[in-house]
């Protein structure tokens, strides 16, 4: 009697879990195949790989698998990781997999099959990449650990994958063919021109840079969690603002420091390592812009957000929130968008549908104006950064090695997808303080 390759056996062991036959062609670490021949590719190396599906089912544990190698999806015959995870969320919105229950007897089956492969026993250690935060959630010594494991591997890696302005957020894409750069520059402009920073010095660096275009003091702006200065030094060097950033990553705070002096802004910028907490102006800016910031703060403190960003500026002046949103209700189980981006990437993080982030801004006292929903533009803007990833893989895994590249890889190749089908959005959220008139147009052209 034949014995059954590995592959045949976890073919039958998983049907009950995938509602049918394997939707991939699946190779085992023994060398044996199952599957159909013109499927995408999934192969299993070690045992491991199956090990940690059995501790950590679903998303994480595949997503573990992948990073340390021990589960590829090697590119082949057309497919490649973006379309094997495109046909495996259709296959399981096909097969309704979200709602299957397994019966006693289909749990035992796969737990003798795991027993019989070598794929019993304690959980493998989680891989290097993945977060290690401890204490007190949205605490400030917690939050800088977070944001520290996300952006400080180092200025080179990101400017290995973001474009010359280390826009780190949403570009503005005027067709699908925009160059990345164009789209990141298309909209630094568009935010500040939403905060009326017209109303300054339209980009001379020369002159008197303390006054405006009408004669008074030049326009004061709040870059709340700056990340590498791309607004921060968009709205000083061509519309004339005077600018303060905060960012709790030092890695960020020594880069736009260095860009600051290249571009001779010192007296336009002023970059702070410190927590939007601790920003304790009040009633001082003519505008404030946060991009991309307001899902590392936590449902607990969103409100105390919106009292920094309302208090900081004046009455009557504007608010402009670029913020990524989620479907569903309350957070749910995986408010941060998944066990995946949770675990590897960023740590703590919170999502929610725009509505809710709408009604949470309103609450806190700000009249919301305008909701600009960008979603589509995400997906050009990913693919953008992915182009560049490829392009600069071995520098980069000199850098990080290869478990991080391949983190970043399903990080980037997720998020598009998930911005392409919707299950994510982003949006540009434009408000004003109530106690003062504001100048904003009744008619408005963005």
Not at 89 to 96: D, Q
Not at 108 to 114: C, M, Q, S
Request: net charge negative.
């Amino acid at each position: 009697m034949t014995t059954a390759g590995v592959a045949d056996r976890l073919a039958e062991a998983v049907r009950p879990f995938i509602g049918g036959d394997l939707p991939v062609r699946l190779e085992a670490w023994d060398g044996s195949v199952a599957g159909p021949v013109d499927a995408p590719l999934v192969v299993l190396r070690s045992p491991d790989a199956l090990r940690r599906l059995l501790w950590h089912p679903g998303e994480l544990g595949a997503a573990q698998a992948y990073v340390t190698g021990e589960l590829d999806v090697p590119a082949q015959d057309g497919w490649d990781l973006e379309s094997t995870l495109t046909h495996a969320f259709a296959v399981g919105a096909e097969r309704g997999l979200s709602g299957v229950r397994l019966s006693p007897r289909a749990m035992v089956d796969a737990i003798r099959t795991a027993a019989d492969l070598g794929a019993l026993g304690r959980p493998p250690a989680a891989p290097s990449s993945q977060a290690r935060i401890k204490g007190r959630l949205h605490s400030l010594a917690r939050d800088r650990s977070s944001i520290s494991h996300h952006y400080d591997l180092s200025n080179e890696f990101y400017s290995l994958i973001l474009e010359p302005q280390m826009a780190y957020s949403c570009g503005y894409h005027a067709t699908p063919d925009t160059p990345l750069e164009e789209a990141q520059r298309a909209k630094l402009d568009l935010v500040c021109t939403k905060l009326g920073l017209t109303e300054g010095v339209p980009g001379s660096l020369d002159g008197d840079v303390q006054r405006g275009a009408s004669g008074g003091r030049r326009l004061r702006m709040l870059d709340v969690g700056c990340g590498w200065g791309s607004l921060s030094l968009h709205a000083a060097q061509y519309f004339g603002a005077q600018v303060t950033g905060v960012t709790i990553a030092a890695e960020q705070k020594k880069f736009i420091d260095a860009r600051i002096a290249e571009r001779g802004l010192q007296d336009r910028v002023e970059i702070r390592l410190q927590d939007y907490r601790e920003v304790p102006e009040r009633d001082h800016y003519d505008a404030v812009g946060s991009l991309e910031m307001g899902e590392h703060v936590g449902a607990t403190n969103y409100p105390t957000y919106v009292e920094v960003l309302r208090r900081a500026v004046r009455p009557g002046g504007r608010v402009l929130v670029q913020q990524m949103s989620r479907q569903g209700t309350g957070g749910g189980k995986h408010p941060g968008g998944g066990p995946f981006i949770e675990s590897f990437i960023a740590p703590d993080m919170t999502m929610r549908p725009v509505g809710e982030t709408v009604g949470l801004i309103e609450a806190g006292g700000l009249e919301v104006r305008d909701v600009h929903g960008m979603r589509e533009h995400y997906v050009l803007t990913v693919a953008g950064w992915i182009d560049r990833f490829e392009a600069n893989l071995p520098r980069l895994r000199e850098l990080v090695g290869e478990e991080v590249v391949r983190v970043w890889r399903l990080y980037l190749v997720g998020g598009a997808l998930a911005f392409r089908d919707g299950r994510m959005g982003v949006d540009q959220i434009l408000a004003v303080r109530p106690g003062a008139p504001h100048t904003l147009p009744a008619v408005r052209s963005w």
